[in-house]
């Protein structure tokens, strides 16, 4: 197991409380994540911010646009300090080869690495036939990974129920695992699990964004999340 598998999802208006958040929770969590609400808001000045605070930065910018496009922000990525930056394997293979080859550029021998985006969490599988897709999440989420290891990606972002599919398929890819939930939060989540259970299932990193931000206490939130993953 990494020595601590979370990643806080900072999902807030501005990049001073991101900031101030991040300040408050490192002591309980392993990386801190941007995403588009902040990259779009504040900017990508909000990763050099964090990066300043000594934790790796994951950087949910979801690319997804021609391979050149893609590869041309997976290296700006880099230069502000991203460890992790995601892309939709949706996007395709050659999509997901130039993103890997950018942040490699990008990011001038520090480690980093590609996630792709696999079926977001908030999707079910009533949500995917309507689009047209006729497979179930698992199905798609195999072949996805499939083709994430292939292109060079260092994991998958995926939901807890998918672990195992991804394991099974590539089991290279490191498992990002968003959803995690502890009790029924009515929010837009559809595929959840608990911290332990997703950890049980095999993932290797789990983002947890509201019930650490949006807790009366998010240091106590994240402390209890890391106590009951340590207590396994
Ligand atoms: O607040 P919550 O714990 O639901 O946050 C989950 C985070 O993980 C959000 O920042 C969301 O963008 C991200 N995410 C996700 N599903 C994916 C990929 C990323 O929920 N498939």
Same mark, same amino acid.
């Given at each position: 197991m990494v020595d601590n598998p979370i990643i806080v999802a900072l999902d807030l208006p501005t990049a001073e409380e991101a900031v101030r958040m991040a300040q408050r929770v490192a002591p309980h969590v392993g990386a801190f994540k941007v995403g588009l609400g902040l990259l779009h808001g504040p900017g990508p000045g909000t990763i050099d911010a964090l990066v300043r605070l000594g934790r790796p930065v994951f950087v949910d910018a979801k690319l997804h646009d021609i391979p050149s $496009? !893609?590869?041309?922000?997976?290296?700006?990525?880099?230069?502000?300090? =991203?460890?992790? !930056?995601?892309?939709?394997?949706?996007? @395709?293979?050659?999509?997901?080869?130039? &993103?890997?080859?950018?942040? #490699?550029?990008?990011?001038?021998?520090? $480690?980093?690495?590609?996630?792709?985006?696999? *079926?977001?969490?908030?999707?079910? /599988? =009533?949500?995917?036939?309507?689009?047209?897709? +006729?497979?179930?999440?698992? $199905?798609? *989420?195999?072949?996805? &990974?499939?083709?994430?290891?292939? &292109?060079?990606?260092? @994991?998958? *972002?995926?939901?807890?129920?998918?672990?195992? *599919?991804?394991? +099974?398929?590539?089991?290279?890819?490191?498992? !990002?695992?968003?959803?995690?939930?502890? /009790?029924?939060?009515?929010? #837009? +989540?559809?595929? !959840?699990?608990?911290?332990?259970?997703a950890m049980d299932r095999g993932a290797t990193y789990l983002v947890v964004g509201r019930p650490i931000t949006r807790a009366p206490s998010p240091e106590t939130a994240a402390e209890k999340i890391l106590a009951e993953i340590s207590s396994r």
């Open positions: $496009q !893609v590869e041309a922000a997976a290296d700006k990525l880099g230069r502000h300090g =991203a460890r992790w !930056v995601t892309a939709h394997v949706s996007g @395709g293979a050659a999509m997901l080869e130039a &993103a890997c080859a950018g942040l #490699d550029r990008g990011s001038g021998g520090a $480690q980093a690495g590609i996630l792709g985006v696999s *079926v977001l969490t908030s999707l079910a /599988e =009533a949500d995917l036939h309507r689009i047209g897709i +006729q497979r179930t999440p698992g $199905q798609l *989420v195999g072949k996805m &990974a499939k083709v994430a290891e292939t &292109a060079g990606c260092e @994991g998958l *972002v995926c939901s807890p129920l998918e672990i195992n *599919v991804v394991r +099974q398929a590539a089991p290279s890819l490191a498992r !990002v695992t968003p959803g995690i939930r502890n /009790e029924a939060s009515g929010d #837009d +989540q559809a595929r !959840v699990a608990t911290a332990s259970d």
